[in-house]
């Protein structure tokens, strides 16, 4: 009997997944950033963060090198471009900087800006 009242339990929640994935692919879309077909290459330069934090992108086609000046100073890494990505290695953690919007970067500095990178969420660079 306990079987039967998960039914309905377990369908509602599958529908309510189904709706909050097509609500946030519109949103994702629309979002104004870099387009995926000058994705890597078309990142190339300095994308500015808060408080004197930037992220550079050098090199490419394929082979990059990213510097990332944080408070405590610059770091260099090299970076392999992935699917509108590029990925690289930062103190054994596997890292993928990719294009997204003010509001992605979950960095209230950056909320209004619209052409940004993201590493992860706390952590983006943009260039308006």
């Not at 990719?98 to 950056?110: D, E, F, I, N």
Request: aromatic share 8%; with cysteine; proline share 6%.
């Amino acid at each position: 009997m306990h079987r039967l009242k998960l039914v309905p339990l377990i369908a509602a929640c599958a529908a309510f997944s189904a709706c909050t994935r097509s609500a946030e692919a519109p949103m994702a879309a629309s979002a104004s950033a870099p387009a995926a077909s000058e994705a890597p290459g078309g990142w190339l330069g300095r994308w500015q963060g808060p408080e004197g934090t930037f992220l550079e992108i050098t090199g490419g086609p394929g082979t990059y090198s990213i510097t990332v000046q944080n408070l405590d100073g610059p770091r260099r890494f090299d970076a392999k471009a992935g699917t509108d990505t590029l990925v690289f290695t930062r103190d054994g953690v596997l890292e993928a900087v990719r294009a997204g919007s003010g509001p992605q970067t979950g960095m209230k500095w950056l909320a209004e800006k619209r052409d940004c990178l993201i590493v992860k969420v706390g952590e983006g660079y943009c260039r308006d």
